[in-house]
């Protein structure tokens, strides 16, 4: 595609050429690269500037890592602070490995012990082992269209229309086919599917994972009757519920989704936001659970140098603190979220599109298909190819949105209400200009 982002990115179109000799596709995670480059200088709460000078508001958020704006001193002051003094040691403890997870057990319901990984795909990968080597079972049930990180665990059947999402499905070549086999596939929102797959497997099944949102598609949001039918469920059968909140996490609420829709499940697990952009993972749940990653008394390993380093335990501290000292964080967001929710809806409405508004707090997302969106399956209709239209004229417009169809856009902490109603204006114009062409 020859397309330029505002018409201006002779410099990123170079640096991606340059990239592109040196990193495979020219970018270091899969979906960075949509067709055209981006190439970005930096970022100033709600606003990034690329290489060619072009500012953008912000909704793509590094797929939500960014939570309350970007660079955002609240975070970057106090990691200022630390380098220089706390770096690595490799033994023992710092004073802010056991700052972060007093404050995980604090604010998140299920909580009693907490384990820092470097990113979500490693908590979700410890998350997964520990839940066999608790029940002493093997299979795992995953949620279509639910994502939960790159590794072989969690890599199958993400999504029944591949092209709508990853372009892949298993995610990728070289997985074992024991750990796909290993997983089982349900429908969100369909406690029937779950119940079947534990009748057909009796005694086999270690956890169940979800994405309480599966944001990985959009905004599913559960019913009531299906979270606690899964809490119930997992019990009754002796198997773990496993929340994945590397998105809902400190986004949604500051005790997670677990707090908003009081299911507690048996363990949890963290990314993304939850550090305001440096990277951290974590895993949480009861000290039953969690004293098997005990080196001493304990048989599941833990391990990674990295795990627990200073910077990510003080970006992630100073964002907890921060997000606990402005409870106005989540009434402001949710507030700007629904406002953007009901002026794309009546856009929609007055344009005379088929599109579908979707979304929970902060978030938001754009279906090009009608309503209402129960499930996955209702999913399948997405129209692609008029999302990419919007993605890319809103991109020219300045407003960067998620590029991929049935992903989601972030209302970060620096989001203004100016904000919302400009993007509201530019959404306007393309998706008037698009029901012309
Ligand atoms: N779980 C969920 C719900 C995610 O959205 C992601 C990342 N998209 C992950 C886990 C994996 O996190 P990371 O990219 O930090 O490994």
Redesign the pocket.
């Known amino acids: 595609s020859d397309h330029n982002p505002r018409g201006n990115a002779a410099r990123g179109w170079a640096l991606h050429q340059a990239a592109s000799d040196v990193i495979p596709g020219g970018v270091n995670s899969a979906t960075r690269y949509v067709g055209h480059p981006y190439a970005f200088a930096g970022g100033d709460g709600a606003y990034v500037v690329d290489l060619d000078g072009n500012r953008y508001l912000d909704y793509h958020a590094a797929?939500?890592a960014i939570l309350i704006g970007h660079n955002s001193p609240v975070v970057d002051d106090p990691v200022r602070a630390v380098v220089g003094t706390i770096d690595l040691f490799g033994l023992g403890v710092t004073e802010l490995e056991v700052e972060l997870a007093t404050r995980i057990t604090e604010v998140i319901p299920s909580a009693e012990m907490m384990i820092a990984t470097m990113?979500?795909?490693?908590?979700?990968a410890q998350a997964v082992r520990l839940a066999r080597a608790t029940t002493g079972r093997q299979l795992l049930v995953k949620f279509q269209g639910?994502?939960?990180?790159?590794h072989d665990a969690v890599a199958r059947n993400v999504i029944s229309a591949p092209e709508l999402a990853y372009g892949r499905d298993p995610l990728s070549a070289g997985i074992l086919d024991s750990a796909l086999d290993s997983t089982l596939i349900a429908e969100f929102n369909d406690l029937g599917s779950v119940r079947a797959l534990f009748e057909q497997y009796p005694e086999r099944i270690a956890a169940v994972i979800l994405?309480p949102i599966p944001?990985?598609v959009g905004a599913l949001v559960p019913t009531q009757e299906f979270v606690d039918g899964l809490r119930t469920l997992t019990r009754d059968q002796g198997a773990l519920l496993i929340f994945?909140e590397?998105?809902t996490g400190f986004r949604h609420a500051l005790g997670g989704y677990q707090e908003i829709c009081g299911v507690d499940p048996d363990l949890t697990?963290f990314?993304?936001g939850m550090a305001n952009g440096y990277?951290i993972?974590g895993l949480a749940g009861p000290r039953s659970l969690m004293e098997r990653f005990d080196g001493q008394k304990g048989d599941v390993l833990l391990a990674g140098t990295f795990n627990g380093y200073a910077i990510g335990a003080t970006a992630a501290i100073a964002t907890i603190d921060h997000l606990r000292a402005s409870p106005d964080f989540y009434t402001r967001t949710h507030a700007l979220g629904e406002r953007m929710r009901a002026g794309l809806a009546s856009i929609v409405e007055e344009v005379g599109i088929q599109a579908t508004v979707a979304g929970y707090g902060g978030v938001f997302s754009l279906y090009f298909t009608g309503g209402p969106i129960r499930g996955y399956r209702d999913l399948m209709r997405n129209d692609n190819q008029a999302y990419a239209a919007f993605h890319r004229r809103m991109t020219d417009a300045g407003f960067l949105m998620i590029p991929m169809s049935l992903k989601r856009n972030h209302i970060s902490g620096a989001h203004t209400e100016d904000d919302v109603d400009r993007t509201l204006e530019a959404a306007r114009e393309v998706l008037t200009g698009m029901k012309a062409d």
């Not at 990113?119 to 979700?124: D, F, V």
């Not at 639910?146 to 790159?150: L, S």
């Open positions: 797929f939500g990113s979500g795909s490693e908590a979700t639910g994502f939960h990180g790159w994405e944001h990985n994945d590397v998105i697990t990314g993304k990277p993972g």
